[in-house]
């Protein structure tokens, strides 16, 4: 399959619009700045994984219908048996100044985990920082295995460690990390992500209420008892 021409900025105006939402709503509902909505939208600001989790998450559909086209997406089938082969090139590819991201079998809905390959190209963590602000972190873990090159792992609690061809890692991936290039030529690795309740792209139930929540209006308050009881009424005089 090739890779799909629509830019993942398209695919996440679609279902903004599909939702009816506009771009301060779903401000609103993710926590990010409409303009870093409007200029991801664009395709002038950074898309990361964890951008992508809290699009999916605010605006209560699967990640994969933010990657590909959600008319042509397949959602789980009941008895299962679903299956998408790929190959050398195909995907639905993602490209940072940090981060070459390939999201493979990005046409399913409702994967228990988020495969891809990323080609890193990052150096440092101030360049890495240039682009991302920070370092990344999602809800969930993280597993990641080297194919090519020497990738320098960053976190926020461990000293970095050099992974090279062969080497893994498996991260809790809500700790602050980074992928760093730490050799000359081509570094990539393949990594899975998913959140820990076992669904990669789906949005769970608790995401989906919490967003129901933040759409719908307060309810008003109750009324408030009295605080003064009130005044017994005065006996009747005889005159």
Do not use: W
């Not at 990640?63 to 299956?83: F, I, K, T, V, Y």
């Not at 995907?91 to 080609?119: C, M, W």
């Not at 101030?126 to 991302?132: M, Q, R, V, Y």
């Not at 992974?163 to 990539?188: N, Q, V, W």
Request: charged residues 25%.
């Amino acid at each position: 399959m090739a890779p799909s021409s629509t830019s993942p900025g398209d695919h996440i105006r679609s279902v903004r619009k599909r939702l009816g939402l506009t771009l301060a709503q779903v401000g609103e509902r993710t926590g990010m700045a409409v303009s870093t909505l409007s200029k991801l939208e664009k395709g002038n600001v950074s898309l990361s994984y964890d951008k992508l989790m809290l699009l999916s998450r605010g605006l209560g559909v699967d990640m994969a219908e933010l990657l590909h086209d959600a008319q042509g997406a397949r959602p789980a089938a009941s008895g299962g048996g679903r299956r998408v082969v790929h190959r050398a090139g195909d995907g639905q590819v993602v490209d940072t100044q940090s981060y070459k991201q390939t999201y493979l079998a990005a046409e399913l809905l409702n994967k228990r985990f988020t495969p891809l390959i990323a080609e890193v190209r990052a150096r440092t963590l101030d360049e890495f920082k240039a682009e991302f602000g920070d370092l990344i972190r999602h809800p969930g873990e993280e597993f990641a295995f080297v194919i090519e090159g020497e990738v320098a792992f960053h976190s926020e609690l461990y000293a970095p460690v050099i992974l090279k061809p062969g080497d893994s890692i498996f991260f809790d991936s809500e700790m602050g990390h980074a992928y760093l290039k730490a050799s000359e030529g081509t570094c990539r690795l393949v990594a899975t992500c998913a959140p820990r309740n076992g669904h990669g792209d789906v949005m769970t139930q608790h995401f989906v209420e919490a967003s129901q929540r933040l759409a719908a209006p307060e309810p008003a308050a109750p009324a408030k008892a009295a605080k003064v009881a009130a005044k017994p009424k005065a006996k009747a005089t005889r005159r």
